[in-house]
């Protein structure tokens, strides 16, 4: 398989704490991969080392694509329109057109004059995935997608990255601390603890794992 996000032996410090060390991570084209861990595992400072927001101390990133980052909370203009939001995950790339996200979030397209400050959690969560979309992403990666969001909320926004991974190929690496949504979704897993990959494998393999499933599943 070809990977689109390549990253080996990465280490992040903040000052004197390692909030990463040595970690080591791949998602091919296509893919669907989880990161899980617990609070201050370290889950967004993997992310946004991978999309270049933080330089690592050591080791490497490699990106085979186009990276879109749904950041931890959303980070919306909430004063602005969904259309300019929108707009603005396009602006790297001067791409303004946002029939192409509409297509596949026709919700923002009724939403569009909308100031994205008003709109529901989970409204605002379709924003952010839609602005990311905007750059028309090779992979996507997903910080905390449930956050804060009702469980039917949550699982239409899954429904739609299921639906763009099986008809656009976009893989994702979705970071949750929702473990059990995570490995559900996703067909690969790490499991991130103090800044280290403590296990990883397909994560029918991991939800079966008693170590795992009594840390993040709830029981064994
Ligand atoms: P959460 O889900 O709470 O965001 P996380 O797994 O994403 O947790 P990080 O936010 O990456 O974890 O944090 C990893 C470690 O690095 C934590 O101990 C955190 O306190 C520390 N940390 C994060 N950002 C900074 C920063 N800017 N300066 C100093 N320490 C930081």
Redo the contacts with the bound molecule.
């Keep these: 398989m070809t990977p689109v996000i390549e990253a080996s032996d990465l280490v992040v410090r903040?000052?004197p704490?390692t909030?990463l060390d040595h970690v080591s991570l791949r998602v091919d084209a296509g893919e669907l991969v989880a990161l899980v861990?617990?609070?201050?595992?370290?889950?967004?400072?993997?992310v946004n080392t991978l999309s270049g927001i933080l330089r690592p101390a050591e080791g490497s990133v490699s990106v085979h694509g186009r990276l879109a980052h749904v950041p931890?909370g959303r980070q919306l203009f909430g004063d602005l329109t969904v259309e300019d939001n929108l707009r603005l995950g396009g602006r790297r790339y001067r791409e303004r057109d946002t029939a192409p996200v509409h297509a596949v979030l026709p919700r923002l397209a009724d939403l569009r004059h909308r100031r994205a400050g008003t709109l529901s959690g989970g409204e605002q969560q379709m924003v952010a995935v839609g602005r990311a979309l905007m750059s028309r992403p090779d992979v996507l990666a997903v910080d905390?997608l449930s956050l804060g969001l009702a469980p039917l909320v949550v699982a239409d926004l899954v429904e739609h990255l299921r639906e763009l991974n099986a008809r656009r190929g976009l893989a994702v690496l979705l970071?949750e601390?929702n473990a059990r949504l995570a490995l559900d979704l996703c067909s690969r897993a790490y499991v991130?603890e103090a800044?280290r990959i403590v296990a990883t494998g397909p994560s029918g393999e991991l939800a079966a794992d008693a170590r795992v499933s009594a840390a993040y599943l709830g029981g064994v």
């Design positions: 903040y000052g704490a909030a861990g617990p609070n201050g595992a370290g889950k967004s400072t993997l931890e905390e970071i601390q991130l800044g």
